[in-house]
């Protein structure tokens, strides 16, 4: 089975000389759910952005051979109409006549748990739903792989594991399972993964069972490289 990404001596220097990124090489060895996680200012968002194309590597290359969607931090930031279903028209793909529109939308939504939301109002929704919202978007566009930067962040502990559930069930739904990198400061996180592995100095390290890398960096009770111990 292809690598659904692989990275290779990829290199990012911010305009104004701070480098994010030096030689760093990764690859995702099969679909499923991988996480990254790393202390502030250890590389792992601008990594993600190179991937979804927002910004241009110095050096090195990006193979993607499947379509990427980038899931932000604050859904707020990537939700734009007033309701769920003008929002989800956004991602659709090109040449759907109507009828296909909505049962590509109602499959989304039902995907998410939010089956039957198509005219709700986005501000009505809590910031679970918005955030299973945004991910319906990302299905909608036919991604396969999901670039999910730190997605938990700004919810409460129920919607945290909500979020977290629904991902690791779609990177395990058979038969067209999908790919998510995951960047988390949380390592409780990292049990729910099938590989992890830490980012330090803009360099990722070798994939490693989520809980033994857990195990790991709570054991030496330092902060993380680049920021302080999260938990």
Known sequence: MASP?????LDFTWPGGSRALQNC???LPRPGLWMLVGGNGS?????LRLIAGLL?????HIHCPVKAALVFQN??????????????????????????????LAAALAQVGLA????????TLSGGQKQRLAIAGA??????????DEPTALLDPTSQQEVLKLIRRLCNQAPASLTALWITHRLEELDGCDGAALMDQGRPGPWQQGVTLRQ??????TPLPGGRAER
């Open 5 to 9: 990404l692989r990275v290779e001596k």
């Open 25 to 27: 090489n990764l690859e």
């Open 43 to 47: 590389g792992k968002s601008t990594l």
């Open 56 to 60: 241009e590597p110095g050096h090195g």
């Open 75 to 104: 859904p707020d930031h990537q939700l734009l109409l007033p309701s769920c279903a003008t929002d989800l028209q956004l991602s659709l793909p090109e040449g759907l006549d109507q009828h296909q529109r909505q049962t590509r």
């Open 116 to 123: 039957g939301f198509e005219q709700r109002p986005i501000h």
């Open 139 to 148: 299905l909608a566009s036919e991604a396969r792989l999901l670039l999910m």
């Open 216 to 221: 790991q960096l709570e054991k030496t009770l």
